[in-house]
């Protein structure tokens, strides 16, 4: 089987339907990168599954030669849970938005993410409504002027990585729609993890908020606007002639000049530390913005815990095991009522 997963290429992944968003949108990137990810982990097409909700990233599924469930507004992560609770042998992937995962769907995406089932979750981040034509989201920035917000929004926006980590993800990280190579990675990284994978991805819309994420999608501002994350290597960001580092003083990050030649362990320059035990520090990233500091990318925070679908069916398991496997079609024909014991 995994040789023929092997010789796979993007274009089996890629159905034959029209794909359906405005030209320049930050989704077509995001999902030629999914396809040519697709073939390189070794699952085969029968055994994918991509649930959305509503919105235009949940266009998703027609889009993938793979099963696939386009279902109703915020509750695709519901509809992921079953899938996987059922049949833990698929790989899921859940497909959303700002709007439609954490609006409407925001109390759904939390209980996934606190449960820990094995998938994925792909959380595309334009900070705008889309699909219904330029309404503010929830993240999307105080003060920005939309349809909805003629004199500007005075909700404070959520944090997609903040409010993933203080439900208890145990995979976070953030990438851009128009870094393949980043991108790629963060898909393999996300896949590979056992547990909850939760990755935001930074998504231009051209027609109602172009521009959003210019500073970290064009390559002449990146490297002096981005931070790029990477387990053990210290928290430095800028091009030559321009180098900086993070260091943390009493909890809270300094920024601090470095000389190219400079040695940013000997400056006390922090470490990343993906696997920390305590989510504190990955917090203290996610809130790092712009312009005052750099806004960081790639994996936040990356723990093991035990899955949900592999502690449930321990539960069934076991009870198989004490009482036998059960009857379920003399049960609902015994009668009106049954009593459930210990």
Known sequence: MADAVATLSRKDFASDQDVRWCPGCGDYSILVNVQKVMPELGVPRENVVFVSGIGCSSRFPYYMNTYGFHTIHGRAPSFATGIKASRPELSVWVVTGDGDGLSIGGNHLLHTLRRNLDLQILLFNNRVYGLTKGQYSPTSREGMKTKSSPLGVIDHPIDPLSFALGAGATFVARTVDVDAKHLQEMLARAHAHPGTAFLEILQNCPVYNDGEWSE???????????????????????????????????????????????????????????????????????????????????????????????????????????????????????????????
């Open 216 to 342: 970290f999608e064009d390559k002449a501002t990146r490297s002096a606007a981005t931070l790029t994350l990477t387990h053990g290597e210290p928290l430095v960001f800028g091009a030559k002639g321009a180098r900086r580092g993070i260091r943390f003083e009493g909890g809270a990050p300094q920024l601090v000049p470095l000389a190219d030649d400079a040695d940013p362990r000997q400056a006390g320059i922090a470490l990343h530390d993906e696997h920390a035990p305590s989510a504190a520090y990955a917090f203290t990233l996610a809130n790092l913005a712009r312009p005052e500091f750099p806004l960081p990318i790639g994996v936040f925070r990356a723990v093991e815990r035990p899955t949900y679908e592999s502690l449930l069916q321990a539960q069934v398991d076991q009870a198989v095991r004490q009482r036998g496997p059960g009857n379920l079609a003399a049960l609902l024909a015994s009668g009106d009522t049954w009593t459930v014991e210990g």
